[in-house]
Structure formats: structure tokens, C-alpha cells
């Protein structure tokens, strides 16, 4: 436990939360501690009482009570210090009950076939933060799909969330560039789908097939799905950056809807057809040139009710570099749509 600090906000340190200020400082405060010592107004800056989300200048002095130490270097049985630090950096929000991640492309939710030991299930030892149990994934995202993914903390927690997204009151809304541009620049997409074993030894390789609303109840094993997309910007006619929302949840749900519309998702060799450059007829999941191959599709935000304070939340994902560089070379900015443009929009 240090003792009373008082610290000087420097000039590449100002114009910032309070808030934020502190957890670069100190990695092992969390955001519930932080809102503690200012109720108590053991946090001041230049003497005086402050809110978590009161802005430091450069000049001030913040005066911080006694905080825990630092946590020793990671050592959890079974992961490296290096994996352990990765899954920590990956971290876009906690508190005492949930951890939001930004998980990358390419790192499997869980294990499976073919995925090994390297996935978020199995890395989540590392994301105890003092806590006894494992946090537990509540969803989950396709191995090459980034973007924001909860897990519970505790079992209560985990039931609540889970109710949360079978009752739909949780808004899941994803990015995506496509092949093409959907034409109306609206709508929603009402394919059910249907399971088709891969031809890997252990079924590797699966892939949903979509199958006609009119012919989901006479089809085995086929289930309903439902996904609105709203176009936000285009490419003239060879690429769209569409926003997505699942109001189901199946797999692959979003991939095979956009390539059953004759968009597929750019960089998905699974559901995209040709992997020829695209022309602008809406087919071909490569763009070509300088756009990277790898799935452009993005978990970008998501709103819950908190299960203990019943607060809304709302997360937004940064967009991983392959995505970052495709809008940069298309001449889309992040900063020209709506967060919610199915609300903004209709």
C-alpha cells in the first residue's frame, strides 16, 4: 500500500479525465475505486473536490490517497506472460461484474476444432483482476471477426446477460465493407439458415446455408434469422460500408445474409464466392489492390442493461488495423456516420 501522493499533471498529460489519467498511471485501480475516493474526497486536484470524469490541466496537482500496489507479474498455470499481457491489452471496459474485450481477428472465442489452446475461453485466467473465479464468455465472435465481446465475472452476472441477449434487449451493431452496394440502401434480410457438415474428418469446414423464408418450416433443422444492414458510404458501385444488426443470433448469420444478397462481406473466403478482383456487380470478396484479404467485419458497438444497476451501456470497439487501412484507402471516415444509424436514419 503506497502512501498519500501528490502529483503534477505534466503538458502531455493534460486535457484528459480524471479518470483515465489515473488508470495510466496506476493499472491497478479500477474505475468503481476511482469513483470511491472522490465521494469520500480523499481524490482532490488543486485541493479541491472532483468527479471521476472532471478534466485535468496541465499544472495541476492531484492528490491520491493511499492506493494498493501493483500486482506482481502475471502467473497463471498454463499461459505466458506474453499471451497473459495480451489478453490484458485487449480489455476495453470493466467493472466488478463484467469485462468487455476487443477481441482481434483471428483469436477464436472459444476452443474447437482445429482452434488449439490459444483462444479467449482459455486465456480468460488471465483476466481474474483479483477476482476467484474465471470471468465466462456470455457470446461469442467468429474466429476472424473483431470487435466487442462480454464476459460475466460471476455466475449471477452471467445468467442475467445471457437472459439479456435471448430477450433481445441487448443491440449488437457491426461493420462491415461488402462487395458492391446493397440496393435499397435499407432493409432486412429474412433468409433462415440451415447447417451444412465441412468435409473435415471432424465436420471442419461447416458452412450455413440460406434457405427461403417460405420454405424455413418445411426444411430440416433449419432455423428463422433476421439481419437489418443500413449502407453508410460507397465506393461509386464496387464496395459499400454497411452497418449490420443481428436480430437473431445464428452462426455466421451476418456472412451468409450479405453473400446471399449478392454482397458478400470483403475477405470472407468462406461465403464470398470468386476470390477475383470485384467489378461492381456485387459478387467476388476480394477488392483487390492494396485492400487486405482478411474478413472486414467488426463487432463496432454494443448496448445492455447493466444486470446489478440497470445503467444502459454502451461500448464502441475501435476497428483493427486491416479495417483502419481499407477505410483510409477508400476514403471513408468514422467520424461522418451516425453511432446508430438504424435509429439516425429511419
Known amino acids: 500500500m503506497s502512501g498519500v501522493q501528490q502529483i503534477e499533471v505534466t503538458e502531455a498529460e493534460g486535457e484528459q479525465r480524471l479518470d483515465r489519467f489515473l488508470k495510466r ?13 472522490c465521494r469520500k474526497g480523499d481524490l482532490r486536484v488543486d485541493g479541491g473536490r472532483v468527479k471521476a470524469n472532471t478534466r485535468v490541466a496541465p499544472g ?28 490484458q491489452g485487449c480489455v476495453l471496459w470493466k467493472d466488478e461484474h463484467i469485462i468487455a474485450l476487443n477481441k482481434p481477428a483471428g483469436l477464436p472465442s472459444q476452443g474447437g476444432s482445429g482452434q488449439g489452446n490459444r483462444h479467449v475461453d482459455g486465456l480468460a485466467e488471465a483476466l481474474l483482476f483479483g477476482y476467484k473465479d474465471k470471468p465466462k464468455l456470455v457470446h461469442r465472435l467468429d474466429k476472424d471477426t473483431s470487435g466487442v465481446l462480454l464476459l460475466a465475472r460471476t455466475d449471477r452476472v452471467s445468467r442475467r446477460l445471457s437472459e439479456a441477449f435471448r430477450s433481445k434487449t441487448t443491440r449488437k451493431i457491426y461493420w462491415a465493407a461488402v462487395a458492391g452496394v446493397p440496393n435499397p440502401k435499407m432493409g432486412t434480410v429474412r433468409f433462415g439458415l440451415v447447417k451444412a457438415p465441412g468435409h ?44 449490420l ?61 447493466h444486470p446489478v444497476s440497470g445503467k444502459r451501456i454502451t461500448l464502441v470497439a ?26 439516425d436514419l429511419a
Open 25 to 37: 498511471r496506476f493499472s491497478q485501480l479500477s474505475q468503481g475505486m476511482i469513483e470511491k475516493m
Open 200 to 243: 473435415g474428418r471432424g465436420g471442419e469446414g461447416e458452412k450455413m446455408h440460406c434457405i427461403h423464408p417460405s420454405k424455413v418450416d418445411q426444411t430440416e433443422n433449419a432455423k428463422r434469422a433476421t439481419t437489418d444492414y443500413a449502407v453508410l458510404d460507397a465506393l461509386g458501385t464496387r464496395a459499400a460500408w454497411v452497418a
Open 245 to 305: 444488426v443481428p436480430i437473431t443470433g445464428r452462426t455466421h448469420q451476418l456472412r451468409a445474409h450479405m453473400a446471399e444478397i449478392g454482397h458478400p462481406i470483403v475477405g470472407d473466403g468462406k461465403y464470398g464466392g470468386s476470390g477475383q478482383e470485384n467489378l461492381g456487380d456485387g459478387w467476388g470478396a476480394q477488392l483487390g489492390g492494396e485492400i487486405s484479404r482478411k474478413l472486414h467485419l467488426h463487432a463496432r458497438q454494443i448496448s445492455f442493461d
Open 318 to 343: 475501435p476497428m483493427p488495423d486491416h479495417m483502419k487501412r481499407t477505410w483510409k484507402t477508400l476514403g471513408w471516415n468514422e467520424r461522418d456516420v451516425p453511432a446508430d444509424p438504424f435509429e
Open 60 to 87: 495541476q496537482t492531484i492528490r491520491v490517497p493511499p492506493i494498493p500496489d501493483a500486482p506482481p507479474p502475471i502467473d497463471v498455470e498454463g499461459i505466458s506472460e506474453a499471451d497473459a499481457q495480451f489478453i
